[in-house]
T-cell receptor
Framework: AQTVTQSQPEMSVQEAETVTLSCTYD???????LFWYKQPPSRQMILVIR??????QNATENRFSVNFQKAAKSFSLKISDSQLGDTAMYFC????????FGTGTRLTIIP | KAGVTQTPRYLIKTRGQQVTLSCSPI?????VSWYQQTPGQGLQFLFE???????NKGNFPGRFSGRQFSNSRSEMNVSTLELGDSALYLC????????????FGPGTRLTVT
């Protein structure tokens, strides 16, 4: 069974700093997709970044990048130059299908 | 392009009643998935529809059902509501299956009293 683990329930960082959110997963598949979703206080889930397991290169979207370690089954999200608007719950997800979500990390950006 | 819309946004029901939630996907998207979000259980998959056919179903009792119409709009129904059904119900749409890129709606907040 697929499981997704986020071991950091809460994190906070000063504005403009860099923060890394951790995620590990368990699967016996060789090819799969991983995602990071952001859920701000409005509760709207927003896709932040997607990684395809067969691609060696780590995905990047502007200030957001991932460190994908397939052998270690690790998929961390790095947010550079953090902004107040980055304050949200962040969910790591594995596409089986369907999507299996981790328990989330509540990230607070401090002005 | 308009995003995923869900109606109603908020709903209060009494235990034992039934409820129907609606989801309209992004234009051109043919797959709709439903998720339940609660503080205790987190985000859990309910079901996935593609071209009016249920493709996947999560581990929920038979009180939870859904359907998809020919225009890709989807409804989910919960019968005999229980207090534990209070949750945020999220709908997500994608172009096809597998749903490599799902776009979520704002959710329906259901409160059962």
């Amino acid at each position: 069974a697929q499981t997704v683990t986020q071991s950091q329930p809460e994190m906070s960082v000063q504005e403009a700093e860099t923060v890394t959110l951790s995620c590990t997963y368990d699967t016996s598949e060789n090819n799969y997709y991983l995602f990071w979703y952001k859920q701000p206080p409005s509760r709207q889930m927003i896709l932040v970044i997607r990684q395809e397991a067969y691609k060696q290169q780590n995905a990047t979207e502007n200030r957001f990048s991932v460190n994908f370690q397939k052998a270690a089954k690790s998929f961390s999200l790095k947010i550079s130059d953090s902004q107040l608007g980055d304050t949200a719950m962040y969910f790591c997800a594995y596409l089986a299908p369907p999507l299996f979500f981790g328990t989330g990390t509540r990230l607070t950006i401090i002005p | 392009k308009a995003g995923v819309t869900q109606t109603p946004r908020y709903l209060i029901k009494t235990r034992g009643q039934q409820v129907t939630l609606s989801c309209s996907p992004i234009s051109g998207h043919r797959s709709v998935s439903w998720y339940q979000q609660t503080p205790g259980q987190g985000l859990q998959f309910l079901f996935e529809y593609f071209s009016e056919t249920q493709r996947n179903k999560g581990n929920f009792p038979g009180r939870f059902s859904g359907r998809q119409f020919s225009n890709s709009r989807s409804e989910m129904n919960v019968s005999t509501l229980e207090l534990g059904d209070s949750a945020l119900y999220l709908c997500a749409s994608s172009l096809t299956v597998p749903s490599y890129e799902q776009y979520f709606g704002p959710g329906t907040r259901l409160t059962v009293t």
